[in-house]
């Protein structure tokens, strides 16, 4: 089962597509990872038009089942940016969406957890691990790209895991007993 | 000329079709206005999947040759709120794309000024002066509807404003003598 990590962006969406895989010991491996450039100087909705058309074809050439990105939050340092990207955002859920695949959004918490082993890492820490999983010298450029593989790999991860069995205690048995 | 004037949200989006018309004094007469509801319960991806179907279906029916927005700024007070609407207006804004409309995005103020003579009018005077101009006894509910039509009259008198001659000056003859 394959799982298209996405970090979008008005100018840069970065994309990671990974194949899920129990035997493998991350969990996955990368099929293919990149960026989607959108017309920088034209107006909003064209954006918007020629990032569907890019996802439609990532789309087409990846075959995900399950399209992952991270969930928003609004204690960012930038409002505005996170209002423009939101934009970007919403035309990517619409086009998972419209295909009937599944979307996984995933605090950010979770994406560095799955990456570094903790919740609190920095980006560059997130980047790193990520080269580190790939086995590259350094980590994949431009940074959208390094985020969008380690949102892939944790949505590959939550994919993978086994749902626990539900336990079944009779509580009033140990506390009253 | 019908112009469509869009007040989106991810709960409601209010919508306001205006038929452009120099003879009228209003600059156009409104041809219909209601709202987009969104299934409030079902994931992000599926309320904007609706939103797209719905918006498909104002624009069959109306048929506008412009849509019409108010541009997003970030000093509102819910930048949560913001960066939610901005997933809807995205989607609104690439469906306007994908038909080759053209897009007007205006800044609150000249909606405000257009409808009200005052940009720093507040919301119920808005309001006010919609229900005015459409000879109403109080302002179309809910609010998102009222604001799409301001939306949508204030673009209209943009579409129907004729386009300044070019004054040509010789400027160096006024100022050198």
């Known amino acids: 089962m394959r799982v298209l990590g996405l970090d979008p962006g008005l100018s840069l969406t970065g994309y990671g597509c ?8 991350a969990g996955g491996r990368l099929v293919e990872a990149g960026v989607l ?34 969930s928003v939050f609004h204690h960012g340092r930038n409002p505005r ?12 859920l619409l ?5 009937g695949l599944e979307v996984v959004e995933l605090p950010p918490a979770t994406v560095k957890r799955a990456a570094t082993g903790s919740g609190r890492a920095d980006k560059a820490q ?8 790939l086995g590259l010298d350094g980590p994949p450029e431009p940074p959208d790209v390094a985020d969008a593989i380690a949102i892939a790999f944790a949505a590959a991860a939550r994919v993978l895991a086994p749902i626990p069995e539900p336990t079944v205690r009779d509580r009033s048995a140990r506390t009253r007993g």
Chains 1, 2 share one sequence.
Request: proline fraction near 7%; glycine fraction near 2%; hydrophobic fraction near 55%.
């Open 18 to 25: 990974v194949a899920a895989d129990p035997t493998s010991p």
């Open 37 to 70: 450039r959108l017309p920088s100087r034209r107006p909003l909705a064209e954006r918007l038009q020629a990032l569907e058309t890019d996802l439609a074809q990532v789309l087409d050439d990846l075959a995900p089942a399950v399209v992952a990105v991270e």
């Open 126 to 133: 997130v980047q790193a691990a990520v080269a580190a999983r």
């Open 81 to 92: 940016t996170a209002i423009m990207m939101a934009h970007a955002r919403g035309v990517l």
């Open 95 to 99: 086009g998972a969406a419209r295909r």
